[in-house]
């Protein structure tokens, strides 16, 4: 999860183009949005005002993709981490001053004691057992359009009553009966201070909810 650092980095300004927004304050702007695809097939989506401009990176391969926000002089003012299949915070977190001197880390996930790589080492199993044509590898394109028709992996965790458990979700659509399709589901709960599946559950979805919480 090394997709960010803590060293200091400017936004160029001069790419950006003011809109044509008006505002009452006359100081007060925003600046058009826009989104380049560079050769490694990443999407990066540029968006900002007055206030100052927030830089979506959205990687092709990969569980994450990477969020910065800058001040209104360009330096920069945060970094992170997003996992695309699910909300929730993970890795690290850094936070800078206005001249761009890093300020504060926060690491989402100290007090977790089970890795992101190790629930997909997990996940792996399940999906050759249950024959999914999902790759969960660290440099996989992995799918983010989480549709009941769309084969897709999901992995997030959660804490209850004190503990901390991490979940696997595998969709797969079936059209065998046209007229009652179903999705079937593999949904794997784990407990994240051992690392153990404590259960699993395989079930088959005839209203394409949401993947069971267990």
């Not at 183009?17 to 925003?30: A, G, M, V």
């Not at 399709?181 to 005839?206: A, P, Q």
Request: glycine share 6%; net charge neutral; proline share 2%.
């Amino acid at each position: 999860m090394s997709l960010i650092d803590s060293s200091n980095e400017k936004f160029d300004l001069s790419i950006l183009k003011k809109s044509d927004q008006k505002y009452e304050n006359p100081e007060h702007f925003s600046y058009e949005s826009h989104k380049t695809v560079k050769a490694d097939g990443r999407e990066e989506f540029v968006s900002g005002n007055y206030w100052g401009i927030k830089q979506r990176i959205i990687l092709s391969k990969g569980w994450f993709n990477i969020q910065k926000e800058y001040y209104p002089n360009g330096n920069i003012k945060s970094k992170r981490i997003y996992n695309k299949t699910s909300s929730g915070d993970y890795g690290p977190m850094y936070d800078f001053d206005e001249q761009g001197k890093l300020a504060k880390t926060i690491d989402f996930d100290e007090g977790w004691k089970t890795s992101f790589e190790a629930i997909t080492e997990i996940a792996k199993k399940y999906i050759q057992k249950y024959n999914y044509k999902i790759d969960v590898s660290a440099n996989a394109v992995i799918n983010a359009d989480q549709q009941w028709n769309k084969e897709y992996i999901k992995i997030w965790r959660k804490e209850s009553d004190g503990k901390k458990y991490w979940q696997i979700g595998l969709n797969k659509a079936h059209y065998d009966n046209p007229d009652d399709k179903k999705c079937e589901r593999v949904v794997i709960l784990v407990e994240d201070s051992s690392g153990k599946v404590l259960k699993n559950e395989h079930y088959f979805d005839r209203y394409n909810h949401f993947l069971k919480e267990l």
